[in-house]
């Protein structure tokens, strides 16, 4: 935790929006919108502030001169000026997609690019007993990772969904069918950098279906917190 002097320029105009998100104003104005931020920086952070304006239901009105962040921003009226020879108004009626999502590429992973994220998990311990690994790429950048391991022999959720049906008469868990019908979702990493723009439920709706088993368990306290699970249906 550093002072507000010593953070870099890309720092101090985050910590700025963040500033007037929480001001309680209903009226957000902001000019030379993300131009000190690098341009992925960028427009995770115009996706994200217009997610919020929205939820909230404020006014945001931003100034940039980047065209890049047109789809990230997703503004319900763009003034253009040009090069100061007139101005266009454009009123946007779509609704307001994830533009992140079709710039992602899924594929299988190893253990390495778990490795890579794994400090970001807030149980930051290693992955045991894994049977799948995914990682999720955003324009040659690691951005996430899913982890399937093999399931746990008991669960008192398991035991009360299926009424008992994976354990005997003496309630000892029957371990060929328990393993045959359940995989364990043990690990879904997003890279803080681009948390809050939907990554975790794409991850999570991507890769569910991907895996050889008809059930996934999840046990976590994150998911209290942020709903992605509900999210990737």
Sequence with gaps: IKPYKVLSDGQKYRYKIAKIIESGQKVWCIDEFCSFLDRTTA?????????IARKLGVKLIVATAHDDLKNYIQADYVFDFGMGEGLEI???TKEVINPFVDELEITPGTI???KKLGKYHYKNKDARFT?????????????GVAVYSMPRQQLV???VFFNKKYVNERGIPKLSEVNKDF???SRFIIHPMFRGVGLGSELVRKTAPQVDRPYIEIVSTMSKYNKFLEQAG
Excluded: C, H, P, S
Excluded at 131 to 142: A, G, T, W
């Design 112 to 114: 390495e690019d778990y």
């Design 90 to 92: 454009t009123r946007n």
């Design 183 to 185: 995989l364990m979702g």
């Design 43 to 51: 427009k995770i952070v115009a996706f994200n502030t217009q997610k």
């Design 131 to 143: 049977k799948y690994i995914f990682k999720m790429m955003y324009k040659r950048i690691l951005v």
């Design 157 to 159: 959720g398991r035991n």
